[in-house]
């Protein structure tokens, strides 16, 4: 093949060196541009950076701007700060104000037996983070679909140690507390390298071809719930009164019968004290009983006549009680 050449004034002269030239340079510069910017490479303030080299783990890196070896180092970004979610028994298709959900081919994950042997469709949320990027990239091969066959395990486990009273109503809390424990034990059994913060149970309702029957069951309920809490209120308000009053009586009774002990024994006492001195001098005693009592009679009786044993002689009208007022 013949050198092309071209004619320009000074001479002939070749331009096939020069090309080979331009052309290598263009390749060195993409192939440095192109070291350059897979050497290169940003971590997120919510990210960490995990380095392998041949597919063996190397390092890790912080947020901010960084540099690895290009080709033979591979770099996966893992959210640590990011608090992530998982959700059963429903999707979110659009999240929002007024958030839009749908059931669509969610139906197996959420309808499950409960101890009674009676089906609920169970509807909850996971939320999660990951604390160890190391073990949620090497140690288990697909660590997100681990975590919802845990979730969905835990859950089945916990429910169907309950009957369906409990999963729909007094139950929930316990239940979510219990699948969050479970769920912890099997991913740190497991070296996932997550955290499970909360476990939320969304919804729980009987199967819709029973729906209506459980919803009068649970209605039923609540009234005989409301009746009873009314029975106990009214309960609480007599029995305490009719408690208090009894006790009052009884303290009354016990305070008369200790007077009249008390009178008893006193009124004893002193016939005791007033025979003893009788028997020391009868005539003394009776004539100083005598005049003691009539101290006390004879001015409650007001005009007074008074007559000898035959009644013939009329003593004159005495004055006593004026006399006994002065």
Known sequence: MATQTFRKPGGFYSLKGKNGLYIR??????????????????????????????????????????????????????AVERQQKQEFGFR???????????????????????????????????????????????????????????????????????????????????????????????????????????????????????KDAFNDVNQAQQERETLINQARSEYNKVIPKAKGQAEETIQRAEGYATERVNNALGESARFNALYREYVKAPEVTKRRIYLETMTEVMPKLGHKIITDESGNNVLPLLQMQLTSNN
């Open 25 to 78: 340079y263009s390749v060195i510069a993409l192939i440095a541009f192109f070291l350059l910017v897979t050497s290169l490479f940003t971590i997120g303030p919510e990210e960490v950076g995990v380095i392998t080299r041949f597919g063996k783990y190397v390092r890790q890196v912080e947020p901010g701007l960084n540099v690895k070896l290009p080709v033979i180092e591979r770099l996966y970004k893992v």
């Open 92 to 210: 979110t298709v659009e999240a929002g104000i007024r958030s839009e959900y749908t059931k669509v081919g969610t139906v197996d994950e959420s309808l499950m037996l409960t101890g009674d042997l009676n089906l609920a469709d169970v509807e909850w949320i996971v939320q999660y983070r990951i604390v160890d990027p190391y073990m949620y990239l090497f140690k288990v091969r697909e660590p997100v679909t681990t975590l919802r066959d845990i979730s969905e395990a835990s859950m089945r486990e916990i429910v169907g140690d309950r009957t369906v009273n409990e999963v729909l109503t007094v139950g929930r809390a316990e239940i979510a507390s219990s699948v969050h424990q479970k769920m912890q034990e099997l991913c740190s059994e497991y070296s996932l390298g997550i955290r499970i913060e909360q476990v939320v149970l969304q919804d729980v309702n009987p199967p819709d071809p029973v």
